[in-house]
């Protein structure tokens, strides 16, 4: 196997992705009442608040009078619950639910979530829904294997479902307290059984997991808090880096797996993953990406006509920008929403020409002008050159390149599907030699000391800016 590749994206092979960006792998959505309620509609509307974190496949548990239902589909959510013949049987007090993200190496249907353990009666006594990814894997399989467990799947989720499942005789709190002495990574988990739900989170807190109120009853988790405003679910706060939060017929409650846990949550949540509208640990994601584009500009000022920002996530960073400067922004990059994520396409030139069917400019006001184009990041620098050259061709005097992140320059291999060292640009050329092979009049990066201001803080994972992580690879 190819180390470089990312570990759960292991058969993903870079001239086969046609969009220039990182991908988030998954989104997880979780609800629990001491009263029925309608569990099919509010994880419906939470996995679809989440659909921008995975798209390939979804699904979801249900806990009804005492017996858990699981429904797995291919495709978006909308889609996925539509095919739902009796949705009266998904009608419980509790459930949670997953958003897969698109790998196109094993997207066998055993991969997608939630995955469950059954007793010798064939009943589930225990689903899971994970968002991150677990390092040094391998070896805790393995022995696991040689004790006896057997695995149907191949993702690190199902790795914790049956470590969990070993100990589960114990109970759920002291399954998930033994099973987090082998457990390294990043893990944002919601586990369900006949009796409650516990979410838990790694020791650094990488991955997001919020907390939500609907009434005095029932309790929402979520990636995010978008998801929350989804079914209406008031914020309550997050769950802490190395915390168990267990919620059953007594309420909630919770307490600290880990000791002394150090809070290092992504920093490219903030940048990109994270819809603009989500609050993440108490910080405003759109305020992050506007500032960005405010802290741009005062970094490189440049005398322009016009600010554009790449949709979605680099527009508020234009905005920013615009706001500073004093420079007009302008939404003239127009994106198609109903595009693929995969297209088979077997030429380079056919492979290019597909970014004129997701971004595609309007030229009248474009031509003549000198241009400030920013974008979120740049990551193989394909679709960031061949963008400038839409622009170019639609008659723009100058282009100015700006990214609202600092360059990356290392894979992540915490949940984030990012392609090797050797496919990363900023990590191959010099910022003189990237603005030359990218054909632009300027270019330049948030610098990190910039985006810590920002984040207002250091403690976050900016391990694909600087290759230092919170957790070691092996």
Do not use: W
Request: a neutral charge.
């Amino acid at each position: 196997m190819d180390k470089n590749y990312y570990q759960r994206n292991r058969f993903r092979k870079s001239e086969n992705i046609l969009f220039d960006s990182p991908e988030e792998e998954c989104g997880v959505f979780g609800v629990y009442s001491t009263k029925n309620i309608d569990t099919f509609s509010l994880v419906q509307f939470g996995l679809f608040a989440l659909q921008h974190r995975g798209q390939e496949a979804c699904g979801f548990s249900v806990l009804k009078e005492g017996t858990i239902y699981t429904v797995k589909q291919s495709g978006l959510v909308l889609d996925a619950f539509k095919s739902v013949e009796d949705t009266e049987n998904y009608q419980g007090n509790a459930a949670i639910g997953h958003n897969r993200y698109t790998t196109a190496g094993d997207k066998k249907r055993y991969n997608y979530q939630p995955l469950f353990a059954k007793n010798e009666y064939d009943r589930t006594i225990l689903s899971i829904v994970h968002n991150g990814n677990l390092v040094g894997i391998d070896e805790l399989r393995n022995r696991l294997e040689k004790e006896g467990v057997n695995f149907l799947a191949t993702s690190d989720t199902e790795v914790m479902l049956r470590l969990l499942q070993k100990h589960l005789s114990n109970g759920l709190e002291n399954a998930i307290k033994e099973s987090a002495k082998y457990l390294k990574g990043a893990f944002s988990v919601l586990t369900l059984t006949k009796e409650k739900l516990v979410a838990f989170r790694d020791p650094n807190g990488i991955r997001p997991l919020c907390i939500g109120v609907i009434d005095e009853n029932t309790y929402v988790f979520a990636s995010e808090s978008c998801a929350l405003d989804g079914v209406g679910a008031q914020y309550l706060r997050d769950v802490m880096p190395g915390e168990m939060v267990i919620v059953d017929k007594n309420g909630l409650r919770s307490e600290m797996i880990y000791e002394n846990p150090i809070r290092r949550i992504c920093s490219f949540e903030y940048i990109y993953f994270a819809r603009p509208d989500s609050i993440i640990e108490n910080i405003e994601v759109y305020k992050v990406r506007e500032k960005s584009g405010e802290k741009l500009c005062e970094q490189s000022p440049v005398e322009a006509d016009l600010v554009i920002g790449v949709p979605d996530s680099g527009i508020p960073a234009a905005i920013g920008y615009s706001k500073a400067s004093k420079i007009p922004f302008m939404p003239v990059l127009i994106k198609n929403r109903y595009i693929g994520r995969s297209f088979i396409v077997p030429t380079q030139e056919m492979r290019e020409r597909v970014v004129n069917l997701k971004l595609n400019p309007i030229e009248s006001e474009i031509k003549g002008k000198r241009i400030i184009i920013i974008d979120d990041s740049i990551v193989r620098g394909t679709t960031s050159k061949r963008l400038v050259k839409i622009l170019q061709e639609a008659g723009a005097t100058e282009i100015h390149f700006r990214s609202a992140s600092p360059a990356i320059i290392a894979p992540c291999y915490l949940g984030i599907d990012t392609p090797d060292k050797t496919h990363l640009i900023s990590s191959q050329k010099s910022k003189e030699e990237l603005k030359n092979y990218l054909n632009v009049n300027s270019l330049d990066f948030l610098s990190l000391e910039n985006l810590y201001e920002i984040l207002g803080s250091k403690n976050h994972c900016f391990g694909c800016f600087t290759e230092k992580y919170p957790v070691s690879k092996d």
